[in-house]
């Protein structure tokens, strides 16, 4: 099953990189299962979730955690999840693949250089 592929691989980005499953999971559920932007979208974010939940646990046990920058940043990102997810509904389609790609661009850039 295609969903099953996307998973697994989406699964070991976010396992190896701590995120970053978004930037493939989105692309993958538009062209491979014919979802459109913004069900993918927002499809992704409850992906990303639970690997994220699995992902957490072990990075947890092995001692790979700071609770203080946790908390800290949860807190702006609950925040900014709450803003992205009412501009989503606001953002054309057209617009959201524009900026979607733009942030994976300039990710990508800052990541290598």
Known sequence: HKEIII???????????GAGGGSVVVPAME???????????????????????????TYVSKGFFN???WALVSVGGIVGGFVGAKLLGKIPKKWLKI???????????????
Not at 7 to 17: K, R, W
Not at 99 to 113: E, N, S
């Open 99 to 113: 900026l979607f790609g733009g942030v994976i661009c300039v990710t990508a850039v800052k990541m290598i250089f």
């Open 67 to 69: 609770l203080k920058i």
């Open 7 to 17: 998973g697994v691989l989406t699964g070991i980005l976010n396992g190896l990189f």
């Open 31 to 57: 062209k491979f299962l014919n979802i459109d932007e913004k069900k993918s979208h927002s499809t992704a974010i409850a992906i990303i979730l639970m690997m994220s939940l699995v992902s957490s646990v």
